[in-house]
């Protein structure tokens, strides 16, 4: 079975501080990670994906397998980073599944 | 070019009426996910087409159903509506094809209110 988990609901941090949102996944297979993230009044949307493995917006993801982690981070925090944050793990089957998100409150 | 078009953006229904939501996505993606989502159980998978043929299917029961045309633009329909089918229905599309996942263009969502 695939399964997602976010640990955290939400994570308040102060402009320019590092953020980390932690995510871990279960999936027997050969998982393909993804951060999407959705912003106030704007549809969901892809942030970015393990395979590319290059940083959006400073955002960097990196898939640990040995511990089944997909972690996103920045090491500064900026206002417009404010949002609601969901990994997901795709595998063989066509479906995406998600966790349950991590809003993100970035405080001036 | 135009995302993902979903109709109707809003609708209330009552208890024991159906309800049917329409996507249409972007032009030359052949792949279309609906989605369910939920401030309790946040984004739940529902269904997958390509070409015209459900994939796969999510843990929901009989009563949502969808399908997809020939250019394909899908439709999910939910009958005998309960008051915990309140939800915002995503619907997502993709090139699709043979990768597995890829990355999913999301829609702005149907918000169905079961009164």
């Known amino acids: 079975a695939q399964r997602v988990t976010q640990p955290e609901k939400l994570l308040s941090v102060f402009k320019g501080a590092p953020v980390e949102l932690k995510c871990n996944y279960s999936?027997?297979?050969?998982?393909?990670l993804f951060w999407y993230v959705q912003y106030s009044r704007q549809r969901l949307q892809l942030l970015l994906r393990h395979i590319s493995r290059e940083s959006i917006k400073g955002f960097t993801a990196d898939l640990n397998k040995g511990e089944t982690s997909f972690h996103l981070k920045k090491p500064f925090a900026q206002e417009e980073d404010s949002a609601m944050y969901y990994c997901a793990l795709g595998g063989s089957n066509y479906k995406l599944t998600f966790g349950k998100g991590t809003l993100l409150t970035v405080n001036p | 070019k135009a995302g993902v078009t979903q109709t109707p953006r809003y609708l209330i229904k009552t208890r024991g009426q159906q309800v049917t939501l329409s996507c249409s996505p972007i032009?030359?993606?052949?792949?279309v996910s609906w989605y369910q989502q939920t401030p309790g159980q946040g984004l739940q998978f529902l269904f997958e087409?390509?070409?015209?043929?459900?994939?796969n299917k999510g843990n929901f029961p009989g009563r949502f159903s969808g399908r997809q045309f020939s250019n394909s633009r899908s439709e999910m329909n939910v009958s005998t509506l309960e008051l915990g089918d309140s939800a915002l229905y995503l619907c997502a599309s993709r090139p699709g094809g043979y990768s597995n996942t890829g990355e999913l263009f999301f829609g702005e969502g149907s918000r169905l209110t079961v009164l």
């Open positions: 999936y027997s297979g050969s998982p393909e």
């Open positions: 087409y390509f070409s015209e043929t459900q994939r």
């Open positions: 032009s030359g993606h052949r792949s």
